[in-house]
């Protein structure tokens, strides 16, 4: 399998201007993406990429350029490995994600709507699982303290292997489609 190459937004900008046939895909959720993109990016959420369903609006060239962003770079380079192991061979992650195409003072759509990351969602998700864990288990039952220990190995396993369980779910939730 090939490497998953990582370009500076300027460079994928500059890719994009001079390459008609380059594709800006947008991994994160519809809601994300509707609240601020890339100009000229398209949104295919990472869960479709990771099911293989690159059909119908979602149907991508195997024989075109792909440049991938998300938020900060984490789902792009997941959705890459997806498309590298798919037969893509030209596929590229852009450093920093969207956070970084916008520092770099590329052209951006902003949207009506405004949405919370899914990062900011699992932050909230697992302080309110912890939280709730050790009220309960220093009012309740002390069974209920497992609750954070889970939460903890999570976010440590999230750490270490850049996959956060809490995250895809999130993404599926119905308020980020």
């Known amino acids: ?8 937004p300027a460079q994928a900008n500059s890719l994009l201007e001079s390459n008609p046939s380059v594709r800006l895909i947008d991994v994160r959720t519809p809601a994300e993406f509707g609240s601020l993109h890339a100009s000229g990016a ?5 869960d479709i990429i990771q099911s293989a369903s690159l059909q119908g609006d979602h149907a991508l060239s195997k024989n075109e350029p792909v440049c991938l962003l998300c938020e900060k770079g984490g789902r792009a380079t997941l959705a890459a ?11 590229h992650v852009i450093e920093g994600g969207t956070q970084a195409w916008v520092a770099a003072g590329l052209p951006i759509v902003k949207g009506k709507r405004s949405s919370i990351s899914i ?23 002390t069974v209920f303290l497992a609750l954070p220990a889970f939460v ?6 999230a750490g270490v292997t850049d996959w956060c369980g809490m995250g895809l779910l999130l993404a599926r939730a119905p308020w980020n489609r």
Do not use: K
């Open 1 to 8: 399998m090939s490497q998953v190459a990582s370009i500076p």
């Open 42 to 46: 398209r949104n295919i959420p990472l």
């Open 81 to 91: 490995g997806h498309l590298l192991a798919a037969g893509f061979d030209r596929v």
């Open 119 to 141: 990062e900011r969602q699992v932050r909230i998700g697992a302080g309110s699982l912890v939280l709730m864990g050790v009220i309960l288990g220093v009012f309740v039952n």
């Open 152 to 157: 903890g190995a999570g976010l440590i396993f």
